[in-house]
T-cell receptor, first 115, second 112 residues
Framework: DGGITQSPKYLFRKEGQNVTLSCEQN?????MYWYRQDPGQGLRLIYY???????QKGDIAEGYSVSREKKESFPLTVTSAQKNPTAFYLC??????????????FGPGTRLTVL | GENVEQHPSTLSVQEGDSAVIKCTYS??????FPWYKQELGKRPQLIID?????GEKKDQRIAVTLNKTAKHFSLHITETQPEDSAVYFC???????????FGKGTRLHILP
């Protein structure tokens, strides 16, 4: 479990502010992902990246932005354009499809609350 | 794109009985189907997975079956124990884009 970390664990934001959630992994994985988890909604994909300096939108990318400047890091910015940002955010990483094994390893999550 | 439906959303079974969770997927090109377990307050963790060239896979008390023709797959837990209480997520993946689509989850309660 220690291979992928997220910070902070809890985050409070005022309306109109942008906030950045950190995700770091030392598993040498090429692919990284951001999910949003709401009660009864499962895990919904926000953004994912298969390689450094490249990323793709997931199903609910509006109001979010990401960067992938380093293999180990995939920060997520929740912008003021996200209408309902209060949620639990999970980061994950995996080997790319070039590998046979595609298990996603999840971080411990960040709970974001908008005040 | 891929869509994954999961049923039921909540399941209660008596300790020692079996539990079955079912999922369907829409994209016939999906070829990898993992199941994740998320205990309260913890991160999801892989418990079993199956690839499209296999019809069934078993690991101790858990098993997964895959019907490619019908595009559905199921998780079977036998001899359930209190520690099996958790939320279970099925998922489907197309290897060509490394994107996994999750079902909405099933909250499993094991009754004493």
């Amino acid at each position: 479990d220690g291979g992928i970390t997220q910070s902070p664990k809890y985050l409070f934001r005022k309306e109109g502010q942008n906030v950045t959630l950190s995700c770091e992994q030392n598993l040498n994985h090429d692919a990284m992902y951001w999910y949003r988890q709401d009660p009864g909604q499962g895990l919904r994909l926000i953004y994912y990246s298969q390689i450094v300096n490249d990323f793709q939108k997931g199903d609910i990318a509006e109001g979010y932005s990401v960067s992938r400047e380093k293999k180990e890091s995939f920060p997520l910015t929740v912008t003021s354009a996200q209408k309902n940002p209060t949620a639990f955010y999970l980061c994950a990483s995996s080997v790319t499809s070039g590998g046979f094994y595609n298990e996603q390893f999840f971080g411990p999550g960040t709970r974001l609350t908008v005040l | 794109g891929e869509n994954v439906e999961q049923h039921p959303s909540t399941l209660s079974v008596q300790e020692g009985d079996s539990a079955v969770i079912k999922c369907t997927y829409s994209d016939s090109a999906s070829n990898y189907f993992p199941w994740y377990k998320q205990e309260l307050g913890k991160r999801p963790q892989l418990i079993i997975d199956i690839r499209s060239n296999v019809g069934e896979k078993k690991d101790q008390r858990i098993a997964v079956t895959l019907n490619k023709t019908a595009k559905h797959f199921s998780l079977h837990i036998t001899e359930t124990q209190p520690e099996d209480s958790a939320v279970y997520f099925c998922a489907a993946m197309l290897n060509r884009d490394d994107k996994i689509i999750f079902g909405k989850g099933t909250r499993l309660h094991i009754l004493p």
